[in-house]
């Protein structure tokens, strides 16, 4: 079945820092979502991608639907303490079923 | 407007027991996806629903199964529990599955131990 490559699993980063996190499949997707959960809490979308190629900015996140629709990255500039949670990849397909990542789970050190 | 909202939030069972958790979509979103999220396997899809009917099915035993109502409001049910079905049960409503941008939105999940 249709399986998300997602990496890294976590990340240790000083305040201040830039992330880069991505995704990589074998199946071809039509949707790249990314979401990002807090302890306790249901993931809420971040951001939301429709189109290969396609680069879109939401604040200090910035995320890519790769060219050949098998991969997307996300990259957060500047971090801060509330970034602090885990962050998940998902793909949507053909049948419209939508696969997630097992997550990076991002640390920020004081 | 109200999120997706699941009851309960928390509940401990014991093997070989039923449970049965409840999702309320936003309001005007027909489609309803439960993932069953565990520490070492992230989010894996139990099933969705739309217009009460199951559209797509993950791969778990038929011990897992749920049904929608015609308010859109949608259950799921696990049987015999297993210490192995201990995990956070997060339910997530969407506006309509065949509109080409199927974007979730997730409730806070149900979190079930079994003991």
């Known amino acids: 079945g249709q399986q998300l490559n997602q990496s890294p699993q976590s990340m240790f980063i000083q305040e201040g820092e830039d992330v880069s996190m991505n995704c990589t499949s074998s199946?071809?997707?039509?949707?790249w979502l990314w979401y990002k959960q807090d302890p306790g809490e249901g993931p809420v979308l971040l951001i939301a991608?429709?189109?290969?190629?396609e680069l879109t900015s939401n604040g200090r996140l910035t995320a890519q639907f790769g060219t050949t629709r098998k991969d997307s990255f996300l990259n957060i500039s500047a971090s801060i303490p509330s970034d602090v949670g885990i962050y998940f990849c998902?793909?949507?397909?053909?049948?419209?079923?939508?696969?997630f990542g097992k997550g990076t789970r991002l640390h920020i050190l004081p | 407007k109200a999120g997706v909202t699941q009851t309960p939030r928390y509940l401990i069972k014991t093997r070989g027991q039923q449970v049965t958790l409840s999702c309320s979509p936003i309001?005007?979103?027909?489609?309803v996806s439960w993932y069953q999220q565990t520490p070492g396997q992230g989010l894996q899809f139990l099933f969705e629903?739309?217009?009460?009917?199951?559209?797509n099915k993950g791969n778990f035993p038929g011990r897992f199964s749920g049904r929608q109502f015609s308010n859109s409001r949608s259950e799921m049910n696990v049987s015999t529990l297993e210490l192995g079905d201990s995990a956070l049960y997060l339910c997530?409503?969407?506006?309509?599955?065949?509109?080409?941008?199927?974007?979730?939105?997730f409730g806070a999940g149900s979190r079930l131990t079994v003991l």
């Open positions: 629903y739309f217009s009460e009917t199951q559209r």
């Open positions: 199946s071809i997707f039509n949707t």
């Open positions: 997530a409503s969407s506006l309509n599955p065949d509109s080409g941008a199927n974007v979730l939105t």
């Open positions: 309001s005007g979103h027909r489609s």
């Open positions: 998902a793909g949507g397909g053909r049948d419209d079923k939508i696969i």
């Open positions: 991608l429709y189109k290969a190629g």
